[in-house]
């Protein structure tokens, strides 16, 4: 290697916050388990396909802000001020942010920075969905109402998608669904702006089950409990006697899981029969 191609190099790992020189191993306290991938970003290059470990072009977007020690306010203040916009926090210590990369740069003049990088479209597809065939999928992704909203949709329309479905989740995400060609998804999840791209389930599966036997401590990281409903009736949880409330809209009372088992709301805030979808599976 030439002598100016290393010191570059040298100059590179020094940024970065590398000791140069110095072989590091990973350090569990700055762990990140992203896109399939555990590694501490200061020691480890993610092993993401080339196609998505960066987004193309120099527009803002995305990035990971991996802090040197613990968060405080003042600190979060300071990314507001130099122009990012707080996207979501990923443990350990790090911050998703918008913005664009020389404002990021410019942030660890302001706050203990221990690593700084994109966050890359292989954050946002896991594995299993990067090489789908053609086949359409529907799919549910989060957008980031801080970035260009508007440009996303036309990306999409681009793509041949037209039917969109769009919805406000909070201050910091809007939620699209459509269907979309399998093969097109990595696309899709390095448009600037775009958290997360993910199957609509097609299934209820066992999602309560399974939290209620973590939460007990009934999982050994391979798999939960078998016999639910038997071993909560054994510890004496079996709904005998309970009335709970329902603080949502109506129910279908024809409801299969529901039907005989409800009691009349009384008072002003009883929603007076009025049906819905999501009062049910709230209910059920």
Known sequence: MHLQHVAVAMVSLAIAGLAVGAAQ?????????LGGELFDPLVEVPDFPESLSRVAGDEADLHLIL????????????LREEGLSLVQYLHPGTYVVWGEQRIVDQVRERVPVRWIGPFAPACRLLPHLRMRSKEPIAIRMLVVRASNVTGVVQRLHDFGISAIERRVVDATFEVFGCTVPGDQLAAIASLPGVYTVQPVPQGGGDRAEMADQVNAGNVDGNS???????????????GQGITVAVVDSGIFANNPDLVNRMVDCEGESCSEGLCSTHGTLVAG
Do not use: K, M
């Not at 078998?226 to 909560?232: F, I």
């Open 25 to 33: 191993q990973p350090d569990p306290r700055y762990t990140l388990d």
């Open 67 to 78: 802090f040197a020690e613990s968060i405080r306010d003042e600190h979060l203040i300071a």
């Open 224 to 238: 939960i409990e078998p016999g639910y409903y038997q071993w909560l009736t054994d510890i004496g949880v079996t």
